[in-house]
């Protein structure tokens, strides 16, 4: 079963449940899917590029749930987190920062890094190896803690 029959699929389930927060987030996912696939780039949906959608919007609401929860706003802030806990059920399991140190100290290894100026060279690896499964700035985090 492919990325969007997927969505697709748990959207019908979602509607027959009447699940109003699954719902919406589906709906948003399978938004940013046509946006995707519509894009011109005449890239296919393929899980890959599904879970870069998923990362993006799964970013957007931990944003949006940081700003209403300064301001105060409970009622918004919950259904920002709602929608987390929904993105959070299509993504891969995300890797403990012991995980991501020891495949960076391998990517570091591997590219013969051995200060930050070979910072960007390290970071191109892991993002790309490490793609789904550690945010970014962990992953930053942990190569400037390594090559300093």
């Not at 987190?81 to 990517?107: C, R, T, W």
């Amino acid at each position: 079963m492919s990325f969007t029959d997927k969505i697709n699929n748990d959207l019908k389930t979602a509607m027959k449940a009447k699940d109003q927060d699954t719902m919406r987030t589906l709906r948003a996912i399978k938004s940013a899917i046509l946006l995707a696939n519509t894009d011109g780039s005449g890239e296919e949906m393929t899980e890959e590029r599904g879970t870069k959608i998923l990362q993006k919007l799964l970013k957007q609401r931990k944003e949006s749930l940081d700003i209403y929860v300064k301001q105060g706003r409970e009622d918004l802030a919950a259904v920002e987190q709602s929608e987390i806990n929904v993105i959070e059920k299509y993504l891969p399991e995300p890797m403990s920062e012991a995980d991501v140190e020891k495949a960076v100290q391998g990517i570091i290894t591997e590219t013969g890094a051995t200060s930050m100026k070979d910072m960007g060279k390290v970071m191109g690896m892991a993002t790309k190896k490490l793609a789904g499964q550690a945010d970014g700035r962990v992953i930053s985090t942990i190569v400037k803690k390594l090559l300093s």
